[in-house]
């Protein structure tokens, strides 16, 4: 590795919540329950990302989540150090652990396709489409940025729902969808287009988590009303490899669109 590579890395203390904290939340989950558990390995800078990813996985986690959270405000960066900076973190915490490692990804690369592609063969098993980063605003009578938390909304589906149904089939990865996963309409439309998984964290912020009951219980009926055994009876069967028009995904879908609008 070249000598800048400790420098995509965190330290301990980059953890807000403490790295021991969260250890131990790893090992009591592990302990109370019997579904996987996913640690989240989140940071920027520093060879510590790998030590924490390595106790991650000696406290029991299942998977890593791995959210590398950049912004290339740098004007003078190229794309390709953006992309090789990704591809670093996966090779070096693929060869630190043996459990399965999925890379949350922002939307902003220009060729999605090939950096998924490139993921994989770094090592990724699977991706997360997409990190939603917390741009901030502006108080325009105090002239100060502002932080402020602001749930996913369904409409937000659309731009993952169109990535996981181009990768699907295409790419030999696991697909998770994260962002504007609402109610069960929104799991039935991702899984349609190709996840693997769907992911909410605001539905369950709004409603608490007994939602989940409803969702796996409207779920369960659509697939009912729509004579679904499984959900890899229709896992896909919308994705772009699988439909009769392959370009209703692409930008000539974008003329009919307005001329549907006359």
Known sequence: MHPEASGYFPDFDDYHVG???????IRQAKARVDIPIIGSLNGISSEGWIDYARQMEQAGADGIEMNIFF????????????????LDIVRIVRKT???????????????????????????????????????PDIDI??????????YS??????????????????????????????????????????????????????????????????????????????IDAFKGVMSQKNIADPTAYERANYIKILEGQK
């Open 97 to 135: 652990v043996s459990i399965p490692v999925a890379v949350k990804l922002n939307p902003y690369f220009s060729a999605m396709g090939t950096m998924a592609a490139d993921l994989r063969d770094a090592g990724a098993d699977a991706l997360v489409l997409f990190n939603r980063f917390y741009q």
């Open 153 to 230: 909304v369904a409409n937000e589906i659309r731009l993952p729902l169109l990535w996981i149904a181009i990768l699907h089939g295409r790419v030999p990865v696991s697909l998770a969808a994260t962002t504007g996963v609402q109610t069960a309409d929104e799991v039935v439309k991702y899984i349609l287009a190709g996840a693997d998984v769907a992911m909410t964290a605001s539905s369950l912020y709004k409603h608490g988590i007994d939602y989940l009951h409803q969702m796996n219980k409207d779920l369960a009926s659509w697939m009912e009303r729509h004579q679904f055994g499984t």
């Open 71 to 86: 912004i290339p405000a740098d004007v003078g960066i190229r794309s390709q150090d953006v992309e090789s900076r990704y």
């Open 19 to 25: 790295s021991e904290a969260y250890l131990n939340l």
């Open 141 to 150: 009578e105090r002239l100060r940025l502002v932080s402020d938390l602001q």
